[in-house]
């Protein structure tokens, strides 16, 4: 049975321990001892009637029953803060961590702020945690338990449930190394499909993407050599080989230095980017801002070097 009054510190306590799933990091985050919060431990789950936590080989495992408590409790604690918290936010005395879930190509995007965060907002960290297929299907778990705070892909990845904002639309040429034997000055269907590529698959393991649909329909099919999770990783294998891959356009304007690019022979829709975030952390100050400063990295096209969408050595 609930106690008839609850003390908002063990909820605090709880809400930490199911984002850090270790006592000790649990108790430096909340500036207490490891005895005093293996008590507060104790406690809760008298209060629940429940373990909440498992302790296993690497640190501790939520119950069913601490899973369903999470957004709750995170939603009802970030009401409490944004009413004592004040509405100005400082970056440069916050002290907090952010984790995001995105790919290698967003993150280059992003490299520029994030070398500024020493000096702006040095309290402040910022995580990126790699997608696999495990987090695809249940993405809205994942953030409500505190091992991810944003997402940033395809709009349509995103459940109803969640807060999601729009980017900006992508584009996506074909990139092979300036000295490739494909010198002409336009690519056509037949001469992509002859070609070797190189598939990035964020989520691992694919070898048919939406390319692979356009050139179905054009009556036509390309061999799939190589897949990897990495654009950065694709790169490198193109400057060495004759292989071919599809890029963003906006990724293949900052890799001009080693690869050239060609606009697409088919008409291959353009990706909606979007952010996506839980109502766990939709009020925090510390959040909104980190939110504001990525819209702001990410909405509209990448001008790193000024070059136009797509270049051709000729």
């Known amino acids: 049975m609930m106690p008839a009054r609850v003390d908002l510190n063990l909820l ?33 789950r008298r209060m629940f009637n ?29 009401g409490f803060r944004a009413i004592v918290q004040p509405n100005e936010f400082d970056p440069a005395t916050a002290r907090g961590r952010v984790l995001i879930g995105t790919t290698d190509a967003t993150q ?7 070398g500024t965060l020493g000096r702006t907002a040095p309290g402040i960290q910022i995580g990126f945690v790699a997608a696999t297929r495990m987090m695809a299907p249940d993405i809205e778990h994942y953030m409500a338990a505190g091992h991810l705070d944003i997402v940033i892909t395809r709009r349509s990845a995103f459940p109803d449930r969640l807060h999601v904002r729009s980017l900006h639309e992508e584009q996506f040429v074909c990139v092979m190394r300036w000295d490739h034997p494909y010198q002409k000055k336009q690519l056509t269907a037949k001469a992509l499909s002859a070609m070797q590529h190189v598939i990035v698959s964020p989520l691992g393991g694919d070898f048919d993407d939406a390319t692979d649909e356009m050139l179905r329909h054009l009556g036509l099919s390309r061999s799939t050599v190589v897949s990897v999770t990495s654009f950065l ?63 702001e990295q990410l909405s509209g096209p990448w001008e790193e070097d000024g070059a136009p969408l797509a270049q051709v050595a000729w």
Not at 51 to 70: F, Q, S, W
Not at 108 to 114: E, F, G, I, S
Not at 272 to 285: F, I, N, Q, Y
């Open 50 to 78: 429940d373990p909440l936590l498992i302790p296993g080989a690497r640190g501790m495992t939520p119950t069913p029953r601490a899973l369903e408590l999470a957004p709750r409790l995170s939603a009802l604690l970030d």
């Open 233 to 295: 990783v694709a790169e490198r294998i193109l400057r060495s080989t004759d292989f071919v891959a599809v890029f963003p356009a906006s990724l293949a304007r900052g890799l001009l230095s080693s690869l050239k690019s060609y606009p697409l022979p088919y008409a291959l829709p353009k990706m909606e980017l979007a952010m996506g975030w839980h109502v766990r952390t939709h009020l925090s100050p510390l959040h909104r801002w980190v939110r504001e400063q990525i819209a």
């Open 108 to 114: 280059c995007r992003l490299a520029k702020w994030l």
């Open 12 to 44: 605090l306590t709880l809400e930490t321990l199911l984002d850090e799933l270790n006592v000790t990091k649990a108790a430096a985050k909340l500036n207490s001892s490891q005895p005093a919060v293996s008590a507060q431990l104790v406690r809760l």
